[in-house]
């Protein structure tokens, strides 16, 4: 232990290339000792690659069972023994159970595309459905291994007859790998499938084609929205736009000065489970109302305004400083005035317009912005939810209300 110590004194500082001349006896003892640190522990997983031996097996099992030990050194001992048959029966159970370590679950779900699990094909779909790429990539992987093994048409198999979204995303990524056309998935109800299938085509007169029979509007937006991707063409998605009748989202409560906002800052960035109505009137912004296109905001010039509105009232506005700034972190779509007594009250005006507001009653800040031009967003107002259009806040990604979209922040 003594050398391994002097390999690997302390985070940071790990000679592997040294660890792997070690003898792997004393590495195993290392990787399961829980008084060691959890990098020490990691690395002497590391350098046990490749040569694992039978002695030692037992040992490092029974780490990677004990859910009390470090999720981190238990997801380094997977990847290590997941070339392992004897573990299986215990990784289809740990997989339907409540696993806490971070990671685990997905670390579980590998070891079993590794391992050829075929009962993994749907949790490991699931995963490659996430938001979040590491989930993806390894649903991905372990779908791609599931195939290796047991061929595509035993994955898709499984894969069918669920009526999960996540199934049918799965079924195209297969589908695609495997060199079929996959455009007959833009018209999949669920926007999420088809805004998977739309970003691996690639051919645009075939999607042209497509789109001149689309069997659905959505299916022809899909389409319209793949072939702006592939060409950039904005007159042909306006034209496309217009013929299918300029489809939106109708929200009620939205006004066209609000939409315009939301829609320039955040049609083209939404989620994958957003409406394709948002994504082409992002294209097409302006299109509906010719010349209604929302100008770039002065936000210097606006803030001068609201500073100077706010002084001529006597309300003793301090300098404006941004969400990020106010918050110590992140950023945002807004900046913050304090004002009044010692700055105890606080205002926004938000990038993304002339709009104002705050989450108190405030009326004497209020009657000063909208005597200098700005609106006022009120309580009625801020609370429309924009349905349809999914935004990331905060690990969720569900369509925000209005006073959110104006006066975003994210750390």
């Known amino acids: 232990m003594l050398r391994i110590k002097e390999l690997a004194p302390e985070v940071g500082r790990v000679d592997l290339d040294g660890l792997r001349r070690l003898d792997p006896s004393p590495?195993?003892?290392?990787?399961?000792?829980?008084?060691?640190?959890?990098w020490r522990r990691t690395a002497c997983?590391?350098?046990?690659?490749?040569?694992?031996?039978?002695?030692?097996?037992?040992?490092?099992?029974?780490?990677v069972r004990d859910t009390a030990d470090s999720g981190t050194v238990r997801k380094a001992l997977l990847g290590l023994l997941s070339d392992r048959p004897e573990l299986l029966p215990w990784l289809r159970d740990e997989a339907r159970s409540a696993e806490q370590a971070y990671g685990m679950p997905e670390a579980v779900l590998a070891a079993r595309g590794r391992l050829g699990d075929l009962t993994a094909t749907a949790e490991l779909a699931t995963l490659a459905f996430s938001h979040w790429r590491h989930r993806r990539e390894i649903g991905e992987t372990g779908l791609d291994l599931l195939v290796e093994r047991h061929g595509r048409a035993a994955v898709l198999g499984e894969l069918a007859g669920g009526g999960r979204p996540e199934d049918r995303a799965a079924s195209v990524l297969l589908r695609y790998a495997a060199g079929e056309d996959v455009i007959d998935a833009l018209a999949d109800p669920d926007p999420a499938v088809a805004h998977r299938a739309q970003?691996?085509?690639?051919?645009?007169?075939?999607?042209?084609?497509?789109?001149?029979?689309?069997?659905?509007?959505?299916?022809?937006?899909?389409?319209?929205?793949?072939?702006h991707r592939l060409t950039g063409d904005a007159a042909r998605t306006r034209e496309v736009y217009e013929a299918l009748g300029r489809p939106r989202v109708e929200v009620e409560g939205l006004d066209e000065e609000v939409r315009r906002a939301i829609v320039r800052e955040y049609a083209l960035e939404c989620e994958k489970q957003s409406d394709p109505r948002w994504r082409i009137e992002g294209l097409c912004a302006g299109a509906a109302e010719p010349g209604a296109l929302v100008e770039p905001v002065d936000e210097e010039g606006q803030l001068a305004l609201a500073t100077a509105a706010l002084n001529s009232a006597g309300l003793a506005p301090r300098t404006p400083v941004s969400?990020?700034?106010d918050h110590r972190q992140g950023g945002g779509t807004y900046h913050v005035i304090r004002y009044g007594d010692g700055g105890r009250s606080e205002l926004y005006i938000s990038t993304l317009g002339r709009f104002a507001g705050d989450h108190e009653d405030a009326p004497a800040a209020r009657a000063a912005l909208e005597a200098a031009g700005f609106r006022w967003i009120d309580a009625a107002t801020g609370s429309v939810r924009v349905t349809g259009l999914g935004v990331y806040y905060f690990g969720a990604r569900e369509p925000l209300d209005v006073h959110t979209l104006l006066f975003y922040w994210q750390d």
């Open 27 to 38: 590495l195993v003892r290392c990787a399961v000792d829980p008084a060691e640190p959890w």
């Open 45 to 63: 997983v590391e350098a046990l690659a490749g040569r694992v031996p039978e002695a030692g097996l037992g040992e490092l099992f029974a780490c």
């Open 199 to 227: 970003s691996l085509l690639a051919d645009p007169d075939r999607l042209a084609a497509y789109l001149a029979a689309a069997p659905t509007v959505d299916a022809a937006l899909w389409a319209a929205y793949a072939l």
């Open 323 to 325: 969400c990020g700034d």
